[in-house]
């Protein structure tokens, strides 16, 4: 019902742009969210988006990636910039019709992850 793109190798320094269209039409009255797992580490919040468009974004990527969502297209997407060998990992788009939440653990809809590898 997710599908995620646009992860790839890019240089320390560089940008990407990740996209998750989803293939519900319900889910554009869903919360929707970018997380990340590196290798050996938890599942981590990067940005999320409400349904109404308020923005939440992890410190560790304030200033640097922006998401948004276009609910017409059914597609969220993350714009990131600045990327550092730290934000290697495998990003992942999720949704929830519950109620807005930063954890992972509150979204019941999960993408199949795009991989996003940064050079240093």
């Known amino acids: 019902q997710l599908q995620a793109s646009g992860g790839g190798l890019v240089q320390a320094g560089g940008s990407l742009r990740l996209s998750c269209a989803a293939s519900?039409?319900?889910?554009?009255?869903?919360?929707m969210g970018w997380f990340r797992q590196a290798p050996g580490k938890e599942r981590e919040n990067v940005a999320d988006?409400?349904?109404?468009?308020?923005?939440y974004y992890a410190t560790f990527v304030k200033g640097r990636f922006t998401v948004s969502r276009d609910n017409a297209k059914n597609t969220i997407y993350l714009e990131m910039n600045s990327l550092k060998p730290e934000d290697t990992a495998v990003y992942y788009c999720?949704?929830?019709?519950?109620?807005?939440?930063?954890?992972?653990?509150?979204?019941?809809?999960w993408g199949q992850g795009t991989l996003v590898t940064v050079s240093s």
């Open positions: 999720a949704a929830t019709l519950g109620p807005y939440s930063h954890d992972y653990a509150a979204y019941e809809y």
């Open positions: 988006v409400h349904a109404l468009g308020s923005t």
């Open positions: 519900e039409r319900s889910l554009s009255r869903a919360h």
